[in-house]
């Protein structure tokens, strides 16, 4: 019998080092998979994660502020899914407006 598999997580991570440092620490402290990855919006949209993701985890400062939209309209491409930001965002108004536009939860790469 197979062991049940916790949370799915997809990561869109412009920073290939910021993208395999959370490859590498989700599993170890926490019952989440990686199931997916992309550096740009674009790559993102066309990924079709299998089981889909349940966390997707974003930096809304990617191309532009484009990430920002990208939250707002997560349901489109990952029903059910929830956003978490991850980004080097300095100003406690970019976070307030990630949440705004419906991210769970934060982290900042110097976290």
């Not at 997809?10 to 170890?28: F, N, Q």
């Not at 929830?82 to 110097?110: D, M, P, W």
Request: glycine fraction near 8%; charged fraction near 25%.
């Amino acid at each position: 019998m197979e062991a049940s598999v916790g949370k799915q997580v997809l990561l869109i991570e412009p920073l290939d080092l910021i993208r395999c440092g959370l490859r590498s620490i989700i599993p170890l402290v926490s019952e989440m998979r990686v199931c997916g990855e992309a550096k740009s919006l674009e790559l993102a949209r066309r990924l079709r994660p299998s089981p889909a993701a349940d966390i997707v985890i974003v930096d809304p400062l990617l191309e532009g502020g484009r990430g920002f939209e990208f939250i707002q309209n997560l349901h489109l491409w990952h029903p059910g899914a929830k956003a978490v930001i991850c980004s080097n965002a300095r100003t406690r108004a970019c976070i307030e407006r990630a949440f705004q536009y419906g991210a769970k939860a934060a982290l900042t790469h110097r976290e």
